[in-house]
Nanobody, 125 residues
């Protein structure tokens, strides 16, 4: 049974940085692609970044490209999203998701089978 645990959200000032983490204990992490999604109040959930099982394919939504960095540590069963130069419009609940895939990764939510609970990120002065 795949279970994901997202953490690391909080309150940060505009221009600040934050790292959110996704832990995935208890399954063969190396076989899975991961995605980070966010949902702001009153808006639809959007995919913002993903990383393939081997880490060789990474994609970003245009709104975060150049500011956010996704990474994974298969030895620790962890996926990270480093967020720099945060803006008020980045305020949202951030969730991680995974699907068994030895190929690429996806910014759409449909391919993902398992989701973690969200962690709230608030960017405000």
């Amino acid at each position: 049974d795949v279970q994901l645990q997202a953490s690391g959200g909080g309150l940060v000032q505009p221009g600040g940085s934050l790292r959110v983490s996704c832990a995935g204990p208890g399954f063969i992490f190396d076989d899975y692609a991961f995605g980070w999604f966010r949902q702001a109040p009153g808006k639809e959930r959007e995919g913002i970044s993903c990383i393939s099982s081997r880490g060789d394919r990474i994609y970003y939504h245009s709104s975060v490209k150049g500011r956010f960095t996704i990474s994974r540590d298969n030895a620790k069963n962890m996926v990270y999203l480093q967020m720099n130069n945060l803006r008020p419009e980045d305020t949202a609940v951030y969730s991680c998701a995974t699907t068994q895939s030895l190929g690429g990764c996806f910014l759409m939510h449909d391919p993902y089978d398992d989701w973690g609970q969200g962690t709230k990120v608030t960017v405000s002065s």
